[in-house]
């Protein structure tokens, strides 16, 4: 994509969300200024993302019992993450990349302002300390805000993805209790901020009410990919027959939809590993065959491809209907103005004319349209 093409939009928007905070958190409008905060952060992604200084981050969730832990540990290419959640650290966003170096490396991030701890480990000695943190309550645990793993073995997509796993969603699915929906809601925000979002269901329950909810509630307005695992366990269903169930249950986009087989691929990846010690040259084609996970892997570098434009458009529009909806709130509910001065948003309304994105622009008009904006006359069109 062209770098330069929404640069000068991104640093306008960031401009008017971080004025509009200020002046929210003076009037105590709390509410509107932790969410435009959450905003600020998230323009601040979308920069780097466009400006290529960071790699591009897929967010992967599933209910319980959906495979999601087994998908991430074959698109990392190793057994890492326990099966069950990793319950000792509910709230804890684990993100896994890959490193050139020969050991694993795990670097432990929390939620005081207790310093990071990182250490050098064998792939066996780190599944056998995430294995220890998935049985361990204890209250140091519960402080870990975040895993960061680096694994030496093969990925299965771009070596420079990083697949991010939310168990804190998982665990507040059926759960009333408040810190437990607290934890999901935080995941959930993790998962807004990832460039990508994986949502996994299993073939075999299509249509379960905890899937359905959830989908609906949370990762429906994520765009996301939706994948249909253990193909297996539903043999006797054609693919094309799963994607239109799923469709028809969930509503969800049957482009950006596809059916695997996580084992499959986990099979293949395994002999492919004893082939590769003899042979050193061999390519993961056959694995990538295997469970269609050549699909999958379609799916998510065509999202995440860090010079594809589609993803800093989606989200810089998303950020704009979200600053609107902020703007709005303040008005309606306590009569505060959290417009800047007119040539802010000026700029910015030209700057999104210079992207020659017609959608932005329109996006953005019915924004200039509205009564909290009218009173700048920018937009020139009928009322």
Known sequence: MDEKKYTSA????????????KKATAESFSEVADELKKLWKQLRKIRTLADGKRPPVVGVFGCPSRGKSFLLNVLMGEDILPKSPITGTTRCAIEISHTSGEKAVLKQCFFTKKMPQSEDLSINSLRQKLEAFSE????????I????????SKSLLDDDIVLMDT??????????????????KRAVDMLAEADVVLFCMR????????????YKKHIENLKPINIIGFRDAAKDETEDRLIADAAKKYRLDTDNTCVISALETHEALEKWKIEH?????????????????????????????????????VKLRAVL???????EEAYKKENIDLLPAKVYVANLYQ?????????????FEECLKKETFDSLKLYEGEK
């Open 10 to 21: 991104l640093e306008n928007l960031h401009v008017l969300v971080n004025l509009a905070e």
């Open 136 to 143: 361990n309550t204890a209250k140091d645990i519960q402080d």
């Open 145 to 152: 805000e975040k895993l960061e793993i680096r694994i030496p």
């Open 167 to 184: 168990p804190g969603a998982e665990a507040g699915i059926e759960a009333e209790e408040t810190n437990l929906l607290e934890d999901t």
């Open 203 to 214: 073939a075999d329950l299509l249509g379960a009410n905890t899937d359905g909810r959830f």
């Open 277 to 313: 010690r003899t042979n050193p040259e061999l390519s993961l084609d056959s694995v990538l065959e295997a469970g269609n996970m050549q699909g999958l892997r379609k799916l998510i570098l065509n999202q995440i491809a860090s010079k594809e434009e589609r993803i800093v458009e």
């Open 321 to 327: 209907r979200q600053y609107n909806d902020c703007v």
């Open 351 to 363: 700057s999104l004319k210079d992207t020659s994105n017609s959608s932005l622009v329109k996006n």
